[in-house]
């Protein structure tokens, strides 16, 4: 069922998405901001806890930051969809990099409050600009042909898989030299700077607020928010990168606790790099096959494939055996994510498509956050290949129930 087709003669390849006019400008402008995301979670809980010297005062203000990050980036794609890139962008990452400017100046010294430390974070999360999903929206704009997009996207995932493994290298350089607080404002640079080369690209100058319909005008009292997750392609998508997030987010913790069990925790980031250079290679590899099944009947299996791949690593009998084993679980995350991102991107229209994306991504971060908390509370009472098994099931659940809607709807 999920065999590829034969290759053209002149298949669309990477090289072809970067040839696209205007593709690698923006590319490359989008990237430039998002690194920052990948800077700025260390930097900041670094930050804080040097300026506090409490590692739970740390990590409050991280979760208030990300919780405001992560549950309102639908809120702010919304207002992307509404008034376009050009006039909703600046002013959302000009805010969320004074904020984060804030941050870096009160926490350049020790004694910072934790009150303000507490506000800027949770201000400043809730101005994130969302430039992950904005740029598959501009995708969606600069790549029409749907083979070519799945390409565009496959190189999009590993391109921000590539920097979230960066980004702390980044911050250990800088702390080599100076205080983390300094990651911190690098971090509010990186992202205004390369918010304001994305909204300057000639790819982003043709997009502006969609004009009112009749569709639309007859909706307004429906909450958007309601219409979106009633669209069944969507909420399917969602549900499977919320599997990914919670196998990604509990793997997290098993690691530490299984490398702590064979005495081996300095082998902890190499096993997570390997995850990193599992799903590089795996969306590589996915988005270069043209694929005769739609993305909605795919949109399980690697979801399915990841879960089962999590139980088999928890049966690993040594570190060694669960980098390969990691390795081969990574190889299903970059396609899993792809393909949820095509699906949302296909089931709506042109006019929340950055919506769709924020809500996939919500998906992601909502489910990684679950898995942490949920196998926090297994591992000091479980074995961890028990825990393994046990944070794969609700995946495996998950995507079941997205492969019987999807053959359902057949």
């Known amino acids: 069922m999920l065999s590829p087709s034969p290759a053209p003669a002149h298949a669309p390849s990477y090289a072809t998405v970067l040839r696209t006019p205007h593709a690698s400008r923006t590319f490359g402008a989008a990237l430039l901001g998002r690194l920052s995301y990948g800077m700025v979670s260390l930097s900041l809980m670094l930050a804080v806890k040097d300026a506090t010297g409490s590692y739970s ?15 309102l980036s639908p ?9 376009g890139p050009r006039r909703a962008l600046p002013p959302m990452a000009g805010v969320y990099a004074a904020l984060l400017a804030a941050l870096a100046y ?3 010294r020790p004694g910072a409050s934790s009150f303000l430390l507490g506000a800027l974070a949770v201000t400043a999360g809730a101005c994130t600009p969302p430039l992950g999903p904005v740029m598959r929206t ?15 996207y496959s190189l999009d995932g590993v391109a921000e898989e590539l920097l979230f493994v ?26 205004l700077v390369g918010a304001s080369a994305l909204v300057s690209s000639p790819a982003v100058r043709g997009i502006g607020a969609p004009p009112p319909t009749e569709k ?12 979106l997750l009633g669209i069944v392609g969507l909420r399917h998508a969602a549900i499977a990168a919320a599997a990914v997030g919670l196998c990604l987010g509990a793997l997290d913790l098993l690691v530490v606790a299984f490398t702590e069990q064979h005495h081996r925790g300095t082998a902890v980031a190499w096993v997570l790099a390997a995850l ?19 993305n909605r009947v795919r949109l399980p299996v690697p979801a399915a494939g990841l879960g089962v791949a999590m139980v088999v690593a928890g049966m690993s009998p040594n570190v060694y ?31 929340s498509r950055t919506q769709a994306g924020a809500w996939v991504n919500t998906a992601v971060n909502a489910g990684s956050s679950a898995g942490t908390a949920a196998v926090g509370l297994l591992v000091d009472r479980l074995p961890p290949a028990v825990c393994f098994a046990v944070a794969a099931v609700p995946a495996l659940l998950c995507a079941a129930a997205v492969a019987r809607g999807a053959i359902s709807r057949s």
Do not use: C, H, N
């Open 216 to 227: 639309t005008a007859a909706s307004q009292d429906t909450p958007r928010r309601q219409r």
């Open 276 to 294: 990193s250079a599992g799903s590089a290679v795996g969306g590589l590899a996915y988005g270069a096959v043209s694929w005769r099944t739609p």
């Open 138 to 152: 501009l995708w969606s704009s600069l790549v029409p042909d749907r083979e070519l997009l799945q390409r565009a």
């Open 57 to 71: 005062v740390a990590g409050a203000v991280m979760a208030l930051f990300g919780a405001t990050s992560v549950f």
């Open 166 to 191: 960066t980004g702390p290298l980044l911050v250990g350089l800088v702390m080599r030299f100076t205080v983390p607080a300094a990651g911190v404002a690098i971090s509010a640079a990186l992202v």
């Open 321 to 351: 055996v669960l980098v390969a084993m990691v390795t081969a679980a990574g190889v299903f995350v970059a396609p899993a994510l792809t393909t949820a991102y095509l699906v949302a991107d296909e089931s709506v229209g042109a006019d």
């Open 106 to 108: 009160v926490t350049w």
């Open 75 to 83: 809120a702010r794609a919304t207002l992307i969809d509404r008034y």
